[in-house]
């Protein structure tokens, strides 16, 4: 390695070392605060609704609603960046509140109490998982209903993709990539209903599906599409973020 490039990375190990020991701001390096007063105003919780995932070839006319709380961009995208891909686990503490007033959003929107409703947590590609040794979402999901009360969460759904970024994929390459990428536990494909809602994995009850950040959409679609066929009586998608 070249001296420049060395210097580089040495650079970028410390920068990395100053977040994660909270020196430096998480969302703007700022030195001397974990998280700065501007980044975490950009954190603060404004849920809106994010266009619907239509699923009418699945359910005549069924259109679900994607709740999120934070515009993915800037200090959101660090923090969040940051987060999953440094692993750096106090993060989840300053974006569980966005994930809690997301999911009242959507609840409220769908007409559903809160308290009634079951979260399904999106699953984490297996790769991914074992890389990250640290479920991201997951730990953001427990400190959001610690703040906003729920019937339950569970996490019936198997991500059976196998490994590849779909980062740099657009909305039709998604759609095709995303097709079959879940399974139900426990549910082989036409085995009918009763093995996995007899294992208590699937909830009865209206579900919210939840995830951390939304894109065009595609992979909440086939998750729900998933769940609904698996008899699931999905109301809304709750997320963290999304694009603008
Ligand atoms: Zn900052």
Redesign the pocket.
């Given at each position: 390695m070249d001296r420049l490039r060395a210097g580089a990375v040495s650079g970028l190990l410390s920068s990395m070392a100053d977040v994660v020991l909270g020196r430096s701001?998480a969302?703007?390096d700022?030195p001397g605060i974990a998280?700065?007063q501007?980044?975490r105003h950009a954190l603060r919780a404004r849920p809106r609704l994010r266009r619907s995932v239509d699923l009418g070839d699945i359910e005549g006319g069924l259109h679900l609603p994607v709740a999120c709380a934070l515009e993915y961009r800037g200090?959101v995208r660090q923090v969040l960046y940051r987060f999953k891909d440094h692993r750096i686990p106090h993060l989840a503490r300053p974006l569980a509140p966005a994930l809690a007033a997301s999911i009242a959003f959507a609840a409220e929107h769908a007409g559903i109490e809160c308290a009634r409703t079951t979260l399904v947590v999106m699953p984490t590609r297996r790769s991914t998982a074992k890389r990250r040794g640290f479920d991201p979402l997951g730990s953001v999901v427990a400190g959001a209903i610690r703040e906003q009360r729920v019937a339950g969460v569970r996490t019936p759904l198997v991500d059976i993709r196998r490994a590849g970024t779909s980062k740099t994929l657009g909305v039709w390459e998604r759609q095709l990539a995303t097709a079959g990428a879940f399974a139900v536990r426990g549910h082989a494909r036409g085995r009918g209903r009763s093995h996995s809602r007899g294992s208590g994995l699937l909830p009865d009850g209206p579900v919210i599906l939840v995830d951390d950040i939304v894109t065009t959409g595609a992979t909440a679609r086939e998750a729900a599409a998933t769940l609904i066929v698996a008899g699931v009586h999905v109301v809304a998608v709750a997320t963290i973020a999304g694009t603008p």
């Open positions: 701001c969302g703007c700022a998280l700065c501007e980044c200090a």
